[in-house]
C-alpha cells in the first residue's frame, strides 16, 4: 500500500538540474538576499512554484562534512517554507565562514533569508542596489577595464 504523498517534498520539479538552468539565474538575477556568509540570487520563474540550486564551493568550506551539512539545512528550510516562497529560481552560494556554523545558526540564517527573498520578490522595488563593483563596465584579467570606444584604433600594418 503506498503512503499519500507530502505537499513539503523536494522533487525533482524543485530543483535546478542543469548548467542553463543555473546560467540563467547567475545572468540575470535581480533578487537578491545576503549575509556575510551566504548569498542567495533569484529571479522569477513561469511555473507555479519555487526552484532551488546549491553552489558551496569547496575554496569556502573545506571540510565535506560541513558542505553536506549546509546543503541539507539549505534544502531542509527551503522544503517547509517553499508554499510561501514567490515563483522563482533561486541559487545558494556559500560565502567563507560558512562552514563554522552550527545547525541552528544554519537554519536561522536560512529562514531569514527566504523571508527577505520571498519580500524582495514581491516589491521588486524595495530591492537595494548591489554593493561593490559597478556593473557599467566589464574587467579584464588585471582589473582594467575594457577600452572603449572613443580610444584611437591602432593602424594596419599592410604586409610586405
Known amino acids: 500500500m503506498q503512503s499519500p504523498r507530502s505537499d513539503f ?29 551566504f548569498l542567495i540570487l533569484a529571479r522569477p520563474n513561469d511555473l507555479e512554484h519555487p526552484r532551488l540550486g546549491l553552489v558551496i564551493a569547496k575554496k569556502h568550506v573545506r571540510n565535506a562534512s560541513d558542505r553536506n551539512r549546509i546543503k541539507r539545512i539549505a534544502r531542509e528550510t527551503f522544503r517547509l517554507q517553499q508554499h510561501q516562497l514567490f515563483p522563482l529560481d533561486a541559487v545558494v552560494l ?22 527577505k527573498l520571498d519580500q524582495r520578490a514581491r516589491n521588486p522595488e524595495s530591492q537595494p542596489p548591489p554593493k561593490g563593483k559597478s556593473r557599467g563596465r566589464q574587467q579584464n ?18 604586409p610586405q
Open 9 to 37: 517534498g523536494f522533487a525533482k520539479p524543485l530543483r535546478l538540474l542543469n548548467a542553463a538552468q543555473y546560467r540563467a539565474v547567475f545572468e540575470s538575477a535581480p533578487v537578491r538576499a545576503a549575509q556575510p556568509q
Open 94 to 115: 556559500a560565502r567563507g565562514g560558512a562552514g563554522e556554523l552550527d545547525k541552528a545558526t544554519l537554519t536561522k540564517i536560512f529562514n531569514k533569508l527566504w523571508r
Open 141 to 158: 584579467r588585471k582589473g582594467r577595464g575594457k577600452p572603449t570606444a572613443q580610444t584611437e584604433p591602432q593602424q594596419k600594418r599592410s
